[in-house]
């Protein structure tokens, strides 16, 4: 008598489990999906599988999808990246129930973001100077990089780079706290200061300000806002 074979499993098993919420989800071959058409070249099936990870939560989920979406945050389309930008930081705060996404979710986020360097933050700072409704967004994301405010500094002194861009660097400065930034700051606002004395010492050049002198407010807060902390 030949021992009984275990019976065949009809059912898929159960791949992602919410731990913190409530109920679990079925959705692995969907999220993997939908990470492939994220890589493809057509913008819009970009577009739609954000939508897709998005509409499934998944990257609260899996620490996996959370690690790979954050690569996307230099997205070349620009409307694709501010929703990435969305999403990833949905991933750091609480939900509409009250909870936080898993931990070794955030930990694998923050993973990466204590990694990023000039140009994954310079694109940080492109989608919130589009949608300056995202700030807090990208103020909640820089603020997992512990060396961020070095690369601000980087970016809002290269007089090369956008006015508006280095307007957001000196606002994140800001927003995110980065206090050992100030020396800079200060060198930086000291400069624009004398620019701008300049200026009005020259009767023959228009009273109207340079774009890079636009900065002085902004940088001044920036530093009202590090000694006030």
């Known amino acids: 008598m030949y021992p ?31 990470l492939e058409d994220l890589t493809k070249h057509d913008e819009n099936v970009r577009s739609n599988a954000l939508e897709q990870i998005a509409a499934m939560n998944a990257a609260r989920i899996s620490p996996v999808v959370s690690y790979f979406l954050v690569t996307r945050i230099v997205e070349p389309n620009l409307l694709i990246r501010s929703r990435v930008v969305e999403i990833l930081s949905s991933v750091l705060t609480i939900d509409e129930e009250g909870f936080p996404a898993p931990e070794d979710v955030r930990n694998s986020l923050r993973l990466y973001l204590a990694a990023i360097r000039t140009r994954q933050i310079y694109a940080l700072l492109q989608v919130s100077a589009e949608y300056n409704e995202l700030e807090s967004c990208i103020a909640l994301l820089l603020s997992a990089s512990s060396f961020g405010g070095n690369h601000l500094v980087s970016i809002l002194e290269e007089r090369k780079n956008p006015i508006e861009i280095r307007k957001q660097a000196a606002i994140m400065i800001s927003e995110v706290g980065y206090i050992y930034t100030l020396p800079a700051l200060e060198k930086i606002a ?40």
Do not use: Y
């Not at 499993?9 to 731990?19: D, F």
């Not at 010492?201 to 000694?227: C, G, H, N, R, Y």
């Open 190 to 229: 000291g400069r624009l200061e004398a620019n701008l004395a300049g200026q009005k010492a020259m009767d023959f050049i228009s009273q109207k300000k340079s774009a890079e002198v636009e900065l002085l407010p902004f940088v001044e807060e920036a530093i009202t806002a590090l000694k006030s902390q």
């Open 4 to 34: 009984e074979l275990p019976q065949p499993i009809s059912h898929q098993p159960q791949l992602l489990i919410l731990e913190g919420s409530i109920g679990t989800v079925e959705l692995f071959p969907a999220v993997w999906k939908a």
